[in-house]
T-cell receptor, first 109, second 116 residues
Framework: TQLLEQSPQFLSIQEGENLTVYCNSSSVFSSLQWYRQEPGEGPVLLVTVVTGGEVKKLKRLTFQFGDARKDSSLHITAAQPGDTGLYLCAGGSNYKLTFGKGTLLTVNP | NAGVTQTPKFQVLKTGQSMTLQCAQDMNHEYMSWYRQDPGMGLRLIHYSVGAGITDQGEVPNGYNVSRSTTEDFPLRLLSAAPSQTSVYFC???????????????FGSGTQLSVL
């Protein structure tokens, strides 16, 4: 089973601050996905990164896939309370999508 | 377009009872799956299906059965519930399981199950 380690596990910041969360593995993935989950709901896909070194931007969120396709990061600029949630990375192989344990982000107003 | 619908939203069982968690999707997705989410453990794959009549085990299949008689429905059965099965269960689907794994996985809103 391919493992995905996410860090930090918890992160509490003030509105307007920047932050980065990480997703690391010892295995190579053909692609990695990032999801956000809000309380009482299922995860929702934010982005898929496919190419080593790829950078994708989604408004204030910047996603990067490592050159070796073993790790990924999510950077949020000027965080807002609406960014609060559980951020999950996921990688797939052999019909199975494996999720990391997530980073629980709280953005305080 | 309803997406992925899970019922019930909440359920309390006694040890040894059986029940079925329902999952239906209206997007004509070939691939469907069940995950459980526990504090500190993340999302773990229970069973999955790549099409009607085809199912396979995920990471934590023990204590759970599935079947896929139609494209739309993928029920999860607990034959004899145990306290260790207390969790939040999510059903998820995607159009196909392509080689590049780029396709979006759509999740239902979950079933919170407590086994006493």
């Amino acid at each position: 089973t391919q493992l995905l380690e996410q860090s930090p596990q918890f992160l509490s910041i003030q509105e307007g601050e920047n932050l980065t969360v990480y997703c690391n593995s010892s295995s190579v993935f053909s692609s990695l996905q990032w999801y956000r989950q809000e309380p009482g709901e299922g995860p929702v896909l934010l982005v898929t990164v496919v190419t080593g070194g790829e950078v994708k931007k989604l408004k204030r969120l910047t996603f990067q896939f490592g050159d070796a396709r073993k790790d990924s990061s999510l950077h949020i600029t000027a965080a807002q309370p609406g960014d609060t949630g559980l951020y999950l990375c996921a990688g797939g192989s052999n019909y199975k999508l494996t999720f990391g344990k997530g980073t629980l982000l709280t953005v305080n107003p | 377009n309803a997406g992925v619908t899970q019922t019930p939203k909440f359920q309390v069982l006694k040890t040894g009872q059986s029940m079925t968690l329902q999952c239906a999707q209206d997007m004509n997705h070939e691939y469907m799956s069940w995950y459980r989410q526990d504090p500190g453990m993340g999302l773990r794959l229970i069973h999955y299906s790549v099409g009607a009549g085809i199912t396979d085990q995920g990471e934590v299949p023990n204590g759970y059965n599935v079947s896929r008689s139609t494209t739309e429905d993928f029920p999860l059965r607990l034959l004899s519930a145990a306290p260790s099965q207390t969790s939040v269960y999510f059903c998820a689907s995607r159009l196909k399981w392509t080689g590049s794994y780029r396709e979006k996985l759509f999740f239902g809103s979950g079933t919170q199950l407590s086994v006493l």
